[in-house]
């Protein structure tokens, strides 16, 4: 039985890293107050040295809940912030969630009904949603290789939806009739069993806040458990809301070292140095490019826009 600081028994530990964005963190621990019915939590919330007053806000408007607070003296970015929350949970799952989420009725418990009779099942993650209802589909995701994100990246993959060639990685075909195994989650909501974290380790601290949930999924599928893709959990993800808009261009560039990392760390032994040199080089071609459009426009976000 796993407990909390408090000696109570809870079901999962719902790990929050915040970054300036106190408006969005209220929204989102308020929707997991009032969507949990089914089973017991704690919520560690990992201020990641914010100036906004969200550790503040949390002891004020949540004093009746009992909120772990972890304060960084110093911006260690997301990764590093959120192993710390796991460090810091007791559950038996763990529940990396967001702070630009809002938690729809009784999504979290789904979730936890699912793995707890699946015990080969190491991570599952829900249906994400973006604010008009349509679905984020970076939460189901096989994991890429330089021929998938050319494909999606140069946008090929979005005049073909239904086709599986152009759609390897994000998997835009399959249907949301019931739960689909897929090789990677979306970082902003995934829950992963204690037993999984124990033998693969934390997120890897490489990356500073992109790139760490790919990778984590990887070495949790290489270690043999697998991966689920839930739709009857849903959440709202406002994505690019939270912490990215506060450092844009910082977070441009920590979105495509990430995409190096990952190459590095996983694929390059694989290929011959003129292909890895391709694959860096357009790698950081895209950087260029993408640097040059958020100059340009006056609202600056990382990757694609959502709606």
């Avoid at 844009?248 to 990952?262: D, G």
């Amino acid at each position: 039985m796993k407990v909390n600081s408090h000696g109570v028994r809870v079901d999962v530990s719902i790990v929050i890293t915040a970054y300036n964005s106190k408006n969005l963190l209220e929204k989102c621990i308020t929707s997991i107050i009032d969507s949990v019915k089914n089973h017991t939590y704690e919520i560690i919330v990992v201020d990641d040295a914010s100036t906004d007053g969200t550790s503040e806000m949390i002891t004020n408007i949540f004093k009746d809940s009992s909120i772990k607070i972890i304060k960084n003296q110093m911006n260690v970015g997301y990764v590093r912030s959120n192993n710390l929350g796991i460090k810091s949970s007791n559950a038996e799952y763990v529940l990396s969630l967001n702070n630009d989420t809002e938690v729809l009725a009784n999504a979290i418990d789904k979730l936890i009904d699912f793995i707890d009779i699946h015990p080969q099942v190491g991570a599952v993650g829900p249906k994400l949603l973006n604010s008009d209802g349509s679905i984020q589909l970076q939460c189901r995701r096989k994991f890429p290789t330089p021929l998938s994100a050319f494909t999606y990246f140069s946008g090929i993959s979005r005049l073909f939806p239904m086709n599986k060639f152009f759609n390897s990685y994000l998997m835009s075909y399959p249907d949301d009739q019931g739960p689909i195994e897929v090789d990677s989650l979306c970082g902003a909501a995934m829950l992963v069993r204690r037993e999984t974290i124990e033998k693969v380790g934390l997120m890897d601290e490489s990356y500073f806040m992109y790139g760490d949930d790919i990778d984590w999924c990887y070495r949790i599928k290489k270690a043999g458990w697998k991966i689920y893709y839930f739709p009857d959990a849903e959440i709202v993800h406002y994505g690019g809301m939270g912490g990215s808009r506060k450092k844009p261009f910082r977070n441009i560039f920590e979105f495509h070292r990430s995409m190096a990392v990952y190459y590095k760390k996983h694929y390059s032994v694989s290929y011959i140095f003129l292909a890895n040199w391709v694959v860096y080089c357009g790698i950081w071609l895209k950087y260029s490019i993408a640097i040059l459009q958020n100059l340009l426009r006056k609202d600056k976000f990382v990757g694609t826009k959502k709606p």
